[in-house]
């Protein structure tokens, strides 16, 4: 069993590591004045008065994005296991990084990336696909890579005049041929669940096999994906097959799954200030509901501020910055969007090695296999990046029509 003080840090101290950021020693600070958010209602009168902005008023939108994640047989820590997405590092990611510099993520991976030289982000999840391992092949190499890939494909896209944009099932394509070209990698495949995010606040995502995602707004899910799979536990996958499992497959019978980009779903979202965006591997969702994703995010975003109950229903802090953005760069920072990934991946790994209550996956393998006695949740990797919505648009300009 996991350690409750090593696992987890109870969900207090996180709002208090954050609350405490946010408290200054002058009583005339801004950031004291911060505290009293003025709140925006997400009312349908008031997004209507807010798309009639005045001309020259331009809606823009950031994303400030965090990653935890745990290998499957590895303890939880929730100070390492995390990943903080700087905006403005300019830095270009590796191409291809060794395996020595891989995060301790198992076989599942994640990048984050910007769109080349606009504000837009590109972020995703690959989950290796562990049967490879009966053959001797690290599932690890393939979505690490693939993600590495993707990455530095976002990073370097320059829109040429007139050209397509990036999207999503694009992405995945680049990061595919170029697994599929690095001659290191001679066979494996993962599951993908891409997005870029514009700054106009659209969202496109595509996705195959069981990674997903659940998009949270206002305290309720908005959207989510539906896993795809040829058969329980089976899930569609990009692949390299070697030709020698072809031939095998040929005279032996049998086949070997290799699904292509062109076979994910390709979904298209609005995105709005406060929502939020969790995408995960299926080591979260085998363990956890998207309605348990709701009560964990419920939970901290009212619990420090950043949604706020209301008669009227669930308000939103009109500036999320002072809970997003890192303000000492000395220590590690705290931000809300690493509190929610450290918070569901945690939850998620608790739920996994939890043998007394029925998941998702067992729900699943009590619907095809009734005879089994599989009960608890599924020890897997888990891998979690949250994404927080923050609007940047001319506000002044909005109120003055309201």
């Not at 080349?116 to 690890?140: H, K, L, M, Q, R």
Request: net charge positive.
């Amino acid at each position: 069993m996991l350690s409750k003080t090593h696992n987890r840090l109870p969900f207090k101290s996180l709002i208090a590591c954050i609350r405490r950021r946010l408290t200054p020693a002058h009583p005339n600070s801004p950031l004291l004045r911060q505290q009293n958010h003025r709140m925006r209602p997400f009312s349908a009168q008031t997004t209507l008065r807010s798309q009639d902005a005045q001309p020259g008023s331009t809606r823009r939108y950031t994303y400030d994005v965090a990653a935890s994640f745990s290998a499957k047989y590895k303890r939880f820590d929730p100070i390492g296991d995390v990943f903080h997405f700087n905006h403005y590092n300019r830095i270009q990611p590796q191409k291809k990084r060794p395996k020595s510099k891989r995060l301790p993520s198992g076989q599942d991976a994640f990048f984050i990336s910007r769109v080349g030289d606009s504000n837009a982000v590109a972020f995703g999840i690959a989950d290796g696909v562990g049967g490879w391992e009966d053959s001797g092949v690290d599932p690890a190499d393939f979505s690490h890579s693939f993600c590495d890939y993707m990455a530095s494909a976002a990073y370097e896209h320059k829109p040429d005049a007139g050209g397509p944009s990036l999207t999503a099932r694009s992405l995945m394509q680049r990061g595919y041929n170029d697994v599929c070209r690095d001659g290191s990698i001679h066979a494996g495949g993962s599951t993908a669940s891409v997005a870029i995010a514009s700054e106009d606040g659209k969202l496109e995502v595509a996705n195959l096999g069981d990674s997903g995602f659940v998009h949270l707004r206002l305290n309720a899910v908005h959207s989510y994906s539906e896993p795809q799979t040829h058969a329980f536990n089976t899930p569609y996958q990009l692949s390299i097959v070697p030709a020698s499992m072809l031939a095998r497959a040929a005279v032996f019978g049998g086949a070997q799954l290799c699904d292509h980009p062109k076979d994910a779903d390709v979904t298209q979202h609005t995105l709005k200030h406060g929502d939020i965006l969790v995408f995960a591997s299926d080591g979260v969702w085998d363990n956890m509901f998207n309605q348990d994703i709701l009560r964990i995010a419920s939970r901290l975003m009212i619990g420090i501020g950043a949604w706020k109950s209301s008669e009227g229903g669930i308000l939103v802090a009109d500036n999320l910055k002072p809970l997003t953005q890192a303000q000492d760069s000395t220590q590690r920072p705290q931000t809300l969007q690493s509190a929610l990934a450290v918070e569901i991946a945690g939850a998620a790994k608790s739920a996994s090695t939890n043998q007394r209550v029925d998941g998702p996956f067992a729900k699943e393998v009590h619907k095809y296999y009734p005879q089994e006695n599989w009960h608890g949740g599924k020890i897997d990797d888990i891998c979690v990046v949250v994404v927080v919505v923050s609007e940047d648009g001319n506000l002044g300009a909005i109120k003055s029509k309201l």
